[in-house]
């Protein structure tokens, strides 16, 4: 019976990353998969493989990140619901519990960044180039999310390139990554874009495949031909937003300007530690920032440009108003400790055919820690549950087949 709940558990996750994004419901796949390792955890009923020390302070981490959330909602007496959302970082647990244990192949994982970059790239060039007016996304209107996840694709994609594939292999993968990295440049994040380029420097410091002198030019070469040709040509509106974030950065110096995305998020900024500074240790509790912000304006301490937002769009931040100085430090370990996992094991003498997993949650993760400087990452239930889905599904493939290698 496992042997079936693992082909399954398989096809879902060669789908399940295009399917998130282009299906309104593309979260089920994730609930399915949870649905399916439940069953096989107690199929197997065998809890003799000892979980190694970098998976206690994985599963550590996941579980003190919504504990201190929760315990910091009760002290305040929030709602119920201010902790759905963190929730998921517990639910996905099993999923991990199962995988380690699985015969999951690692190649799947492969094939649906594969898959989704290639989806992805042709949902976003077709509209933009072609005249198409409906986009298939589900996420259409927030092109930051598009944008994030097209990112995390194309950067991941570039360091799956090795010598010991095939140059076909590396012919698909290099255009997975080329339409990947389309679809954030064309989905307009500015701030993705950023935590792209920071996140594709910190991976091939780190060289995972150890790709050698010719396959790191071409990588080079790939991330110039790109940002090029997002600059040059109109469709993607490159130029536009970077001398629109330029404008909006000097009207805020100049003249304070606060009604535009950048001057709002100065603003907001400047109001999170104004906050902060009187709450440091536990924050004002979840969902309570627009409330103490608004209190700010009263006193004309902020301006009232920004009296609508719910969160100061700086996970950080976030964090830091809502759950203090405690709530930062376990998310610094939550982001740190994954870090720490991919990063270590990539200076090991492992066979690079088991590095795949770890290849995609750190470049996972670091889209998260840049992109979570001009955003609240866990602000919202899907970029969390792709988080802490496939964070967990890479880790869980990857200790199995460490296990069995």
Not at 103 to 112: L, R, S, Y
Not at 242 to 268: C, P, Q, W, Y
Not at 336 to 351: A, E, H, M, P
Not at 367 to 380: A, K, Q, T
Request: proline residues 2%; positive net charge.
């Amino acid at each position: 019976m496992n042997f079936y709940i693992d082909k399954l558990i398989s096809f879902l996750i060669l789908i399940g990353i295009t399917l998130f994004l282009i299906v309104p419901k593309g979260g089920l796949v994730i609930l399915a998969i949870l649905f399916l390792s439940i069953i096989g955890l107690y199929l197997k009923n065998d809890f003799k493989k000892k979980l190694e020390n970098w998976e206690k302070f994985f599963l550590i981490s996941f579980i003190s990140y919504f504990l201190i959330i929760t315990l910091n909602n009760f002290y305040f007496q929030g709602n119920i619901r201010d902790i759905d959302t963190e929730s998921r970082f517990i639910l996905v647990i099993p999923i991990y519990m199962y995988l380690r244990k699985s015969n999951v192949d690692f190649k799947f994982i492969e094939f649906a960044i594969i898959l989704a970059s290639f989806v992805y790239g042709m949902i976003s060039i077709l509209p933009a180039f072609f005249g198409i007016s409906h986009s298939l996304f589900q996420f259409a209107k927030h092109t930051g999310i598009v944008s994030l996840y097209g990112a995390t694709l194309g950067v991941t994609s570039l360091f799956l390139l090795n010598n010991n594939k095939t140059i076909f292999h590396n012919s698909i993968i290099l255009i997975a990554a080329l339409l990947g990295l389309a679809t954030s440049i064309i989905g307009g994040g500015r701030g993705v874009w950023i935590a792209a380029f920071l996140s594709f420097i910190t991976l091939f410091y780190f060289n995972p495949l150890r790709q050698k002198n010719l396959e790191r030019t071409l990588v080079i070469f790939v991330i110039s031909l790109v940002v090029l040709m997002g600059y040059l040509l109109p469709q993607t509106n490159v130029k536009l937003r970077t001398d629109l974030a330029k404008n909006e950065l000097v009207n805020f110096v100049e003249n304070h300007a606060t009604g535009t995305s950048i001057g709002a998020r100065l603003e907001m900024w400047k109001s999170s530690f104004l906050i902060s500074k009187d709450n440091l240790i536990f924050g004002i509790g979840e969902g309570n920032f627009k409330e103490k912000n608004n209190e700010l304006i009263k006193e004309d301490l902020i301006h009232k440009d920004v009296s609508r937002f719910n969160h100061p769009h700086n996970e950080y931040l976030t964090t830091l108003v809502e759950q203090g100085l405690l709530g930062l430090i376990f998310l610094i370990f939550l982001f740190s400790n994954i870090l720490s996992t991919c990063f270590s094991n990539f200076r090991k003498n492992l066979d690079t055919n088991i590095l795949t997993p770890l290849i995609f949650a750190s470049s996972i993760t670091l889209h998260y820690i840049f992109y979570s400087l001009s955003n609240g990452v866990f602000d919202h239930q899907n970029t969390t549950l792709f988080f802490v889905s496939y964070i967990s599904i890479a880790l869980g493939v990857f200790a199995s087949r460490r296990a069995n290698s």
